[in-house]
């Protein structure tokens, strides 16, 4: 067993053998949570008015979970959950004439996610 002494006097604990399997167990572990949160994560959109030259053309921002989907505009005034994107679109276009649903994140997982 080799064991780095730093200018302290004291073993570097990063250099021993059981301090290599943690932190390759803590990388894998890590790893394993990560893909699990991937898998399980909302997928955002924004709601875009296609028609609006003046202000932002991002009407709201949403989430769309396995059985609902949450959203509030941008300023702070609208905000909801509901059953479907399509139910968000009906409400929003209230409030703008031509708004178009964005993904901003891929409808499809990597398949080692799968």
């Known amino acids: 067993m080799t064991v780095n002494v730093q200018a302290t006097g004291h073993p570097d604990p ?4 059981a301090s290599r ?3 390759a167990v803590g990388e894998q572990a890590a790893g394993m949570l990560g893909a699990f949160v991937v898998r ?4 955002l959109f924004a ?4 028609t609006d030259e003046e202000d932002g053309p991002i ?6 979970f396995d059985d609902h989907v949450r959203v509030e ?13 399509d139910r968000v679109l009906w409400l ?5 004439a031509m708004v178009r649903l964005v993904w901003c994140t ?4 990597p398949p080692w996610l799968l």
């Open 14 to 17: 990063t250099r021993t053998p």
């Open 92 to 96: 929003f276009s209230y409030q703008a």
């Open 21 to 23: 399997v943690r932190r």
């Open 47 to 50: 709601l875009v008015d296609v």
């Open 40 to 43: 399980l994560a909302p997928r």
């Open 59 to 64: 009407v709201a921002w949403g989430l769309q």
């Open 106 to 109: 891929p409808a499809t997982r």
């Open 73 to 85: 505009s941008c300023d702070g005034t609208l905000r909801g959950e509901f059953s479907s994107g």
